[in-house]
């Protein structure tokens, strides 16, 4: 019985607790079931910063698009460029490959320009401007094949 006598400390016998789940081998913070059932938002107590959750959502999360507005050879056109938010590229813009360039053999190829965040000292014919007014260095050398290549136009002019 308990101190007021009215009934035993342990009604039902001791108390029944559920076995411990495996802990995610990849963080800290959860267990197994949390990481691969991606249900970070049921788990308790709330954790911010776990490994897992971040690389599911890098994994999850489609790149952003922007219509850029570029210059190259004299010739003005909007394209669609790739903006990704988060992982490697975040924060530059990748054009498709409309551009034209020559290879280390002089002949022609296609490539893609990526264009990073101009500065006051971006020269003017070098900016290109997105829908949403930010202005974008326009780089002139690409990569194709593992060799550094110049951009000398569009690839349909």
């Not at 995610?24 to 990481?35: A, F, G, I, N």
Request: one cysteine or more; proline letters at 9%; a negative charge.
């Amino acid at each position: 019985m308990n101190g007021d006598g009215w009934y035993p400390a342990e009604l039902d016998g001791p108390e029944w607790v559920r076995p411990a789940e495996p802990d995610c081998p990849d963080c800290p913070c959860h267990t197994l079931r949390v990481c691969v059932g991606k249900v970070w938002h049921l788990a308790w107590p709330r954790h911010e910063g776990c490994p897992c959750e971040k690389a599911a959502v890098a994994a999850d999360t489609p790149p952003a698009t922007r219509q850029v507005t570029v210059t190259v050879g004299g010739v003005t056109r909007t394209v669609t460029a790739q903006a990704p938010t988060v992982g490697f590229g975040a924060g530059l813009l990748l054009t498709p490959r409309v551009f034209l360039a020559a290879d280390d053999t002089g002949g022609p190829v296609t490539v893609a320009m990526v264009l990073t965040a101009a500065t006051d000292r971006t020269p003017a014919d070098q900016v290109a401007l997105c829908e949403m007014g930010r202005r974008w260095a326009i780089r002139l050398t690409a990569s194709h094949g593992g060799a550094q290549v110049r951009i000398s136009g569009w690839h349909d002019a």
